[in-house]
């Protein structure tokens, strides 16, 4: 099948974390373009780390621009009082969340006999545990409407190396904890996709097939162990992302997708984040 041409998300409410820039900027503006009214958070509204480009109030004009609906929330994703405070502003500005899109995530990259126990604590809080804890808020509201869907963004990265000999990506990159943390994010919307499977609720996680060429990747400079051919657009995620934003939860949860081999089994194109055909 091809792209709805028709509002896929319209009438629902959708909460985007990390959404500043990079994959949460375009999975945010894509649900938006299929007419849902998006929240987007991030740690502050109109900055963005040094060498980085894009920030939420960007994302939330380019959104509204098109004539959709965003509210930006700021809120660090590391914080359960901030994680609270987020959602009960969300639902109070834009209604109940339908759509939760776990995407805010930390990624340290360094020898794995090098991280402090402050590092290793923020990147399980962040990557796992906020995810965790945002469902767990949204979760009650979708039941009791007896739908809902959530998305976790994820990483290849939590595929074993293989080897040995093994690549200089793995020897290297310093990005095992990072792997780790994904591969309990994994794991966990398995496990909650089960328990909330006979409630409506399509708990699912997905990740690019390799790497999408982000400004977070840029500014860690990680793109030198990243061949061209390995690398996907934003745009695919994005549609990925709003398949699993709207599909059946009764057939389609508990999976840890890539985007462009869901998107080759559901025989669906990536469109530009506005909705266009590209």
Known sequence: MTPATTLECEGRIALVTGASRGIGAAIAERLASAGAQVGICARSLDRSPEGMRGTLEECAGRIEARGGRARAFVADIAKAEDRERLMTECERDLGPVDILVNNAAFGPYRPSTEFSARTFALTLEVNVRAAMHLSSLALPGMCERGRG??????????????????????????????????????????????????????????????????????????????????????????????????????????????????????????????????
């Not at 409630?199 to 840029?218: D, K, M, S």
Request: contains cysteine; negative net charge.
């Open 149 to 278: 869907w959530i998305v976790n963004i994820s990483s290849a990265t939590a595929k074993h190396p293989q080897g040995p000999p093994y690549n200089d990506w793995e020897r290297v990159g310093g990005h095992h904890l990072y792997a780790a943390s994904k591969a309990a994010l994994d794991r966990i919307s398995t496990g909650m996709a089960a328990e909330f499977h006979h409630r409506g609720v399509a708990i699912n996680a997905l990740a690019p097939v390799a790497a999408v060429i982000t400004p977070g990747v840029e500014a860690l400079g990680i793109g030198a162990f990243i061949d061209d051919s390995m690398v996907e657009p934003v745009e695919a995620m994005a549609e990925a992302a709003l398949l699993l934003a709207h599909c059946d939860p009764q057939a389609l949860t508990g999976r840890v997708h890539y985007s462009l081999e869901l998107l080759e089994e559901f025989e669906r194109t990536p469109r530009n984040l506005d909705g266009s055909s590209r």
